[in-house]
C-alpha cells in the first residue's frame, strides 16, 4: 500500500513530458527536414517561418531553429486518478489520449507544453464528467463519456495547435465493497431472469395444453356430432324400410282378402290369433281380466270374428258395390266352417 501511495505521488510530481523528439538542430545554411516534422525558425529572436519536409537554407546566426514539432499522431498515457461519482462512488479510472499537431505555430507559441496542457485538461474534463454520472451509467455510457471528453478537449485545445483524435478508458477501479454489492445485484438480475424465463416457459406450457384440451374437446364433439347425426340417419333409414315393407306387406295382405276365399281365412287367422294372445296372458302379469265364458272357446272364436267383421264390413259393402255380380258358388258360413274343423279335430 505504502509502494503504491508512492507511485501515485511520484507520478503527479513527475515532470511534463517532453514534446520534443530529438534536440534542436544546428544551423549550418543547408538543412533537411524529416518527413513528418515542422521545424520552427526564429530570425534574431523573432518568428521567421516554418521549414517543410526537404531542402532548406538558412542564414547562420542570423536565423535560429527554435521549436522542432512532430506531426505524427501522439499517444499520451493519461495516469490514474480518483473521480467521484453521482451516487458519491470514488473510482479510480486512467486513459489514452490521442493527439496530433495540426499548427506548429501554435503549438510552439500557444502554449508552454501543449502536450502536458492537454493531459491535465483530459484529468480534470474525466472527473467533471463522471461527475454528471452514476456509477451504472457509468460502465454504461462509456463511449459517450468518451466523446464527451474528447469534446471538451478539442474546445479548448484548438488555441493550441493540438487536435485530440480519441480517448480511451483503460481501466475503472471499483472499491471492493461496492464490487461486492454489483456482484450480488448481478447475481439477484441472474435469478431474477432465470425465474422469469421458468414462469415463462411454464405458462408457454399451459396454454399448449389448454389448447390441446380445446382441440381434443372439439374433435370429441364433432365425432359425437357426426356419430349422432349418422345413428339418426340410420334409425330414419330404418323406419322408412319398415314402413315401406309394412305398407307392401298390407298392400299384399289386401290383394289376398280380395280373392276367393279370402275373408274365411282371415277370419280363421284371426281366431288363432286370438286364442294364441289369450293363452299367454298369465306369462307376462300377475293381473288378469278374464270374460265370463273362459271355457266356453266356441263363443271366444265367435267374439274374435265379429270383431273382425264389424271392422271389415264397410270395406266389404264398398267392395260390392263397386264390382259387378258373379256368378259363384255359394260360401258357407265361416262359423260353420269353424264348426266343422272342430268337429274333425275333436
Request: glycine letters at 4%; charged letters at 25%.
Amino acid at each position: 500500500l505504502q509502494r503504491s501511495q508512492q507511485l501515485k505521488r511520484s507520478a503527479w510530481l513527475a515532470p511534463a513530458p517532453c514534446r520534443l523528439n530529438s534536440g534542436l538542430p544546428m544551423n549550418i545554411g543547408v538543412l533537411f527536414v524529416p518527413q513528418q516534422e515542422a521545424w520552427v525558425v526564429e530570425r534574431m529572436g523573432k518568428f521567421h517561418r516554418i521549414l517543410e519536409p526537404g531542402l532548406n537554407f538558412l542564414i547562420p546566426l542570423l536565423d535560429r531553429i527554435r521549436y522542432v514539432q512532430s506531426l505524427k499522431e501522439i499517444v499520451i498515457n493519461v495516469p490514474e486518478q480518483s473521480a467521484v461519482t453521482l451516487d458519491n462512488v470514488t473510482l479510480q479510472i486512467d486513459g489514452v489520449l490521442y493527439l496530433r499537431v495540426m499548427d506548429p505555430y501554435k503549438a510552439s507559441y500557444g502554449v508552454e507544453d501543449p502536450e502536458y496542457a492537454v493531459t491535465q485538461l483530459a484529468q480534470t474534463t474525466m472527473r467533471s464528467e463522471l461527475g454528471k454520472l452514476s456509477l451504472d451509467r457509468v460502465f454504461r455510457e462509456r463511449e459517450s463519456l468518451n466523446a464527451n471528453i474528447v469534446d471538451a478537449i478539442n474546445q479548448a485545445s484548438d488555441f493550441w495547435g493540438i487536435r485530440c483524435l480519441r480517448y480511451e478508458i483503460k481501466d475503472i477501479h471499483v472499491p471492493p465493497r461496492v464490487k461486492e454489492s454489483m456482484q450480488m445485484q448481478v447475481e439477484a438480475e441472474r435469478r431474477k431472469r432465470a425465474m422469469v424465463l421458468e414462469s415463462e416457459g411454464t405458462r408457454e406450457s399451459a396454454i399448449n395444453v389448454a389448447e390441446g384440451q380445446k382441440q381434443a374437446q372439439i374433435l370429441a364433439s364433432e365425432a359425437e356430432k357426426a356419430e349422432q347425426i349418422n345413428k339418426a340417419a340410420g334409425e330414419a333409414n330404418a323406419v322408412l324400410v319398415k314402413a315401406r315393407a309394412k305398407a307392401e306387406a298390407i298392400q299384399l295382405l289386401a290383394a289376398a282378402l280380395a280373392q276367393q276365399h279370402g275373408s274365411a281365412a282371415a277370419s280363421l287367422s284371426v281366431a288363432e290369433q286370438y286364442v294364441s294372445a289369450f293363452s299367454k296372458l298369465a306369462k307376462d302379469s300377475n293381473t288378469l281380466l278374464l270374460p265370463a265364458n273362459t271355457g266356453d272357446v266356441t263363443s271366444m272364436v265367435a267374439q274374435a270374428l265379429g270383431i273382425y267383421t264389424t271392422l271389415t264390413k264397410p270395406q266389404a259393402v264398398k267392395t260390392q258395390n263397386e264390382m259387378p255380380p258373379a256368378h259363384e258358388d255359394p260360401q258357407p258360413p265361416a262359423t260353420e266352417v269353424l264348426k266343422a274343423e272342430q268337429a274333425s279335430s275333436s
